[in-house]
């Protein structure tokens, strides 16, 4: 699988081109690009060819642009969105490949996990965190396990500075050096309570017949939303807000009335709450 240059850069700079109907002039309608779009599919359906790939890609590109500004949200500033991009390009032509227009499902919600997850293996094959971070992480993590099933509850900032030997302003510099992780983090919740499996592997999917299949998914979902339940009000409303509402961590800060960086904070505390209520069910 290879990505035209070229597209990465439509990626970042989304332009009409090519003089198919991937990329419509904007005096066609709606309709007519929508009605362009599906014959390429199925020109691409019936005999795959990379012309038509990548001007399916260049219409979706606007995607990776978008997961990618997500992503980079809140990620330290040594990590360049550009790479975030080309990475994303890759995870776009894979789902273009990999989709099955016949299923039913949305390709837009389709491709956005593919280019998320893509995004995410390069920062992981990256190994952004050192080891001596890596370590704290684990150790903060096993702590807040200890603290959860002594207290019977979520515990608090200054009970796990204190757990943890350390003040509560170091406890916070803490959560800033976890940026990368917790936004990483989140697709591997499920794998902390589980051997194997992702947050994209539990949603739903429509064109599954599988009834084991369908049990696991809600199986997983339950515990998620059990964890997420457990979490302070303004843990869950971090959560809500980026995860499922798109917020960023700037507009979450609007909400909430607080600075980017203190977003930040909370969504890497929450995160790894969630992580220690998932191992605590497993």
Do not use: C
């Amino acid at each position: 699988m290879t990505a035209d240059p070229h597209v990465t850069e439509a990626a970042g700079k989304h332009r009409p081109g090519g003089g198919g109907p991937a990329v419509a002039p904007e005096a066609r309608t709606a309709y007519e690009v929508d009605a362009g779009i599906q014959a390429l599919w199925r020109e691409f359906t019936e005999s795959p060819d990379q012309i038509v790939r990548d001007r399916l890609v260049l219409h979706y590109a606007p995607l990776v642009k978008y997961v990618a500004g997500r992503v980079g949200t809140g990620l330290p500033t040594h990590v360049d969105v550009g790479d975030l991009i080309q990475s994303g390009i890759f995870g776009l032509v894979d789902a273009i490949e990999k989709f099955e227009p016949a299923r039913g499902l949305r390709f837009e919600t389709y491709a956005m996990q593919r280019i998320r997850g893509a995004i995410l293996d390069d920062l992981r094959s990256q190994d952004w965190v050192p080891r001596a971070v890596r370590s704290k992480a684990r150790e903060a993590e096993r702590a807040l396990e200890r603290l959860g099933a002594r207290l019977n509850r979520t515990p608090t900032d200054a009970e796990l500075a204190a757990e943890l030997e350390i003040s509560v302003d170091d406890l916070r510099e803490f959560y800033g050096q976890l940026q990368l992780t917790s936004v990483i983090a989140l697709e591997d919740l499920v794998a902390a309570g589980k051997d194997s499996g992702s947050l994209v592997d539990t949603l739903p999917d429509d064109g599954a017949v599988d009834p084991v299949a369908v049990l696991v998914d809600q199986d997983n979902r339950r515990q998620l939303a059990q964890a997420i339940a457990q979490l302070t009000e303004r843990d869950r409303i971090v959560v809500g807000l980026y995860y499922f509402e798109s917020l960023t961590l700037a507009e979450i800060g609007k909400v909430l009335g607080v600075t980017e960086s203190r977003v930040s904070q909370l969504h890497t505390r929450a995160v790894m709450r969630l992580r220690a209520k998932l191992v605590e069910q497993a």
